[in-house]
């Protein structure tokens, strides 16, 4: 059986190295020069700590799809904890914010009781802890150590830094831990060496002839087209467009989002932090991710800063693909006007030392991470998606997070299971065989940041890999 996979972001490029380690013949199409370069992806969301407000059932299956994938792209994961705090004008209860996550914290257990294979976030005990200002202002005398090596550790240099007068207590830290985008990239490239790989090749036609679907695409200049048995759309925000191809009717959302990327002092190592917030007003969650050299991302959810006033758009009864405002497909194309891009950094930057004293000496960068992202359904506040398919023969792999990657894989794989192109024994296969060499990674990683416009530092990991 042949297999398509149109989009080569996180779902489709993940897609291409599961089903081929299964034996299958898969071909991969990707209008860029490189893989996974969507949105910007940072954290895990195990156990979806980030969002006070989805319910118990998303949060659970946000923990166990974050396992799957850390087990699957290991040498991608930043393992450094991530730091909960809820300022004191939010309207957040700091004490149910901890009771859930101590509830994430037994379901984790649950998981490595059914498969051990699953302890991978560390000690379940140590899942989520909670810390009263008396214990944060306990260790602000302590001197910050170049590595962290237990969690009290981890927060000693937050102490000196955060204004505990804005913060409810008690903050918390869980082992939320964070995805290096530009290491998954060289992961990707490297486990896809010798696939039927088509970078820089675009799409122009999709039809489905009886159980074939005949692909038209521009690669090189050349027109060519080719045929196959099955067809995951994982085209990303633009997935609708291929729906338009085939005349299929589905509802969606896409979102432009922006992180942005700052230069502060590089002595201490810091958690990810997240300071809570009502999204879309001027209150929106404060993010601060660290990355080596003293390079930080920032996220927030307002709408000056990671959210745009006019960012959203919907799927109509005349088409399946949502129609974003023309300069974020320019931006997306061709990159963010220059004032633009240091006027929203410069704003993260001050909406962050809010929080953080010192952060207002930190100096903005002229590149965002930024990407649209597609929400399948009618629920803008859907964090964990589900597979859809039309008929035995066509996915759609609209991940919102991306570690919902394995739902979906496994829902694709019971589909060719039914066709008869894979057998019963495959079905949730977990083995992902051996690593790859670091350097490899490094090499590579550095060359896709540095490509990209990012500095080359962001590609490496804070805490180095150790198998």
Request: aromatic share 10%.
């Amino acid at each position: 059986m042949k297999i398509a996979i149109i989009g080569g972001g996180v779902a489709g490029a993940s897609s291409a190295i599961y089903l081929r380690s299964l034996g299958l013949d898969v071909t991969l199409f990707e209008k860029r020069s490189f893989l996974i370069g969507g949105p910007p992806a940072c954290h895990l969301h195990a156990g979806g700590n980030l969002y006070p407000d989805i319910d118990d059932e998303q949060r659970k299956r946000l923990l166990k799809e974050s396992i799957e994938f850390l087990r699957f792209y290991p040498q991608a994961i930043e393992k450094r904890p991530t730091l909960l705090a809820v300022p004191t004008h939010i309207p957040i209860d700091a004490n149910e914010l901890e009771n859930r996550a101590q509830l994430l914290a037994k379901h984790y257990k649950s998981l490595i009781e059914q498969d051990s294979a699953n302890q991978v976030l560390g000690d379940p005990e140590h899942y989520a802890l909670s810390f009263s200002k008396k214990q944060i202002e306990e260790l602000r005398d302590l001197p910050a150590p170049k590595v962290p090596k237990n969690h009290v550790e981890w927060l000693i240099a937050f102490s000196k830094e955060a204004d505990l007068t804005r913060l409810k207590f008690p903050v918390l830290l869980v082992q939320e831990y964070g995805i290096n985008i530009f290491r998954l990239s060289a992961i990707a490239h490297l486990r896809l060496q010798g696939s039927k790989l088509h970078l820089c090749t675009r799409v122009t036609n999709v039809r489905q002839i009886g159980e074939k679907f005949h692909i038209t695409y521009k690669k090189d200049g050349k027109e060519k087209e080719e045929s196959f048995d099955f067809l995951i759309n994982a085209a990303g925000f633009e997935s609708g467009a291929i729906d338009d191809m085939l005349g299929f009717k589905f509802k969606r959302f896409v979102e432009f989002k922006a992180a942005y990327i700052a230069k502060w002092h590089g002595e201490h190592l810091y958690p990810e932090m997240i300071f809570h917030g009502v999204r879309g007003t001027e209150h929106g969650m404060a993010q601060f991710t660290p990355y080596p050299g003293g390079y930080y991302q920032m996220h927030g959810m307002r709408k000056d800063i990671t959210l745009f006033e006019d960012g959203v758009a919907a799927s109509t009864s005349e088409s399946s693909q949502p129609k974003l405002p023309k300069k974020f497909i320019e931006w997306i194309e061709r990159g963010w006007p220059k004032d633009v891009a240091m006027q929203r950094t410069t704003r993260a930057i001050e909406y962050l030392s809010r929080y953080l004293h010192d952060f207002k000496n930190a100096k903005p960068t002229p590149t965002p991470l930024f990407g649209a992202q597609q929400i399948p359904g009618e629920d803008i506040t859907l964090r964990a998606a589900e597979v859809s398919f039309e008929g035995d023969r066509y996915a759609r792999c609209e991940i919102v997070k991306v570690s919902s990657i394995f739902s979906m894989l496994d829902a694709i794989t019971r589909k060719l299971i039914k066709l008869k192109a894979l057998n019963k024994e495959q079905q949730g296969k977990r083995d992902f065989g051996t690593l790859l060499d670091e350097k490899a990674i490094d090499s590579l990683a550095c060359e896709i940041a540095q490509r990209r416009g990012y500095p080359k530092e962001m590609a490496k990991l804070l805490i180095p890999y150790v198998s």
